[in-house]
């Protein structure tokens, strides 16, 4: 029997950054945690771990402050991860800024600059 590849971890990756997300938008009563927005979420095979990108608006001090919120806010998560999705265990989340916006901004703005400049 050819054993197929399983989508599970997609699926629960998915379903952690929509949990996430809801609760970035409606419970978080830290006020270090800024606007925050979940870019993606990676989870390991055994669903034991997971990476969640985000991506935070403000300066670095702002973006270090809502990570530190996050990171405090993430057991209490993992906790209403365990009541909404039917897993044996929920995953330890791991937060961790996603710098791809950011960098495609900086990317946009050198090359508007050169455009006026050349224009």
């Avoid at 055994?46 to 001090?61: F, I, K, N, P, Q």
Wanted: charged fraction near 30%; proline fraction near 4%.
């Amino acid at each position: 029997m050819i054993r197929r590849p399983s989508h599970r971890p997609e699926r629960v990756a998915e379903a952690i950054r929509q949990t996430v997300a809801a609760f970035l938008t409606g419970n978080v009563r830290d006020p270090r945690v800024g606007f925050v927005t979940v870019t993606g979420v990676e989870i390991t095979a055994d669903l034991a771990h997971a990476r969640v990108r985000v991506s935070v608006m403000g300066s670095d001090d702002e973006k270090a402050k809502s990570l530190e919120g996050l990171t405090s806010a993430a057991r209490f998560l993992r906790a209403q991860l365990a009541r909404e999705l039917p897993l044996r265990v929920a995953p330890e989340l791991r937060f961790e800024l996603d710098r791809g916006l950011e960098h495609a901004q900086r990317i946009d703005r050198v090359l508007r600059d050169l455009k006026e400049g050349a224009g």
